[in-house]
């Protein structure tokens, strides 16, 4: 085969090498994007959540008015049982009392004052300073944590592919 064959031939392999592995990268990419929608959906929640926890802008002070209880509640999946505090609490506004009830895995007494926190707008929706659950917090660290792992794998994968067509080009080269 001739020199000028040889080369058309490598130019025309070389072309559906780079084609082929544009459609690699492509469809990599393509495959990892619901993925990095579910965390930053996880992401969504949790900044939601916060921002919604912001709206309740009034405080005052409320007390445990009934007595205090415990309940064994499970804590997940086959990681057995913790013991959570129940009690009511009640709270004023505008003289109009609120009553609520609190579960907390910290110890309560009936008399306790809490500190709580409420819309202006509807007084009912509250929620107990302190005492708040760090499941936003854990949703939003839990959605950065799966983003950064999947653009990881896109990386990896972007990089093998890279990789794959650089080792095809040396032993096309050396041939």
Same mark, same amino acid.
């Given at each position: 085969?001739?020199?000028?064959?040889?080369?058309?031939? *490598?130019?025309?392999? @070389?072309?559906?090498?780079?084609?082929?592995?544009? /459609? %690699?990268? +492509?469809?990599?990419?393509?495959?990892?994007?619901?993925?990095?929608?579910?965390?930053?959906?996880? +992401?969504?929640?949790? =900044?939601?959540? =916060?921002?919604?926890?912001?709206?309740?802008? @009034?405080?005052? /002070? %409320? &007390? +445990?008015?009934?007595?205090?209880?415990?309940?064994?509640? /499970?804590? %997940?999946? %086959?990681?057995?049982?913790?013991?959570? *505090?129940?009690?009511?609490?009640?709270?004023?506004?505008?003289?109009?009392?609120?009553?609520?009830?609190? @579960?907390?895995?910290?110890? &309560?007494?009936?008399?306790?004052?809490?500190?709580?926190?409420?819309?202006?707008?509807?007084?009912?929706?509250?929620?107990?300073?302190?005492?708040?659950?760090?499941?936003?917090?854990?949703? &939003?660290?839990?959605?950065?944590?799966?983003?950064? *792992?999947?653009? =990881? +794998?896109?990386?990896?994968?972007?990089?093998?592919?890279?990789?794959?067509?650089?080792?095809?080009?040396?032993? @096309?080269?050396?041939?």
């Amino acid at each position: 085969m001739s020199k000028e064959k040889r080369n058309k031939n *490598f130019r025309s392999q @070389e072309k559906n090498n780079k084609s082929s592995s544009i /459609k %690699g990268e +492509i469809i990599a990419l393509l495959v990892c994007v619901p993925f990095l929608l579910m965390g930053s959906a996880i +992401i969504k929640v949790g =900044l939601e959540q =916060l921002l919604y926890q912001k709206t309740f802008t @009034e405080e005052t /002070k %409320g &007390i +445990i008015v009934s007595d205090v209880y415990t309940k064994m509640k /499970k804590k %997940g999946a %086959g990681s057995g049982y913790r013991t959570v *505090f129940s009690a009511d609490y009640s709270y004023e506004h505008n003289g109009i009392t609120y009553t609520d009830n609190i @579960e907390s895995a910290n110890i &309560i007494k009936k008399g306790q004052f809490l500190t709580i926190r409420y819309k202006p707008d509807d007084p009912k929706e509250n929620y107990v300073k302190g005492y708040e659950s760090y499941d936003k917090v854990i949703l &939003i660290i839990v959605g950065t944590i799966w983003d950064a *792992f999947i653009l =990881l +794998i896109v990386y990896c994968i972007l990089i093998l592919i890279k990789d794959k067509k650089c080792k095809k080009n040396i032993t @096309e080269h050396i041939e």
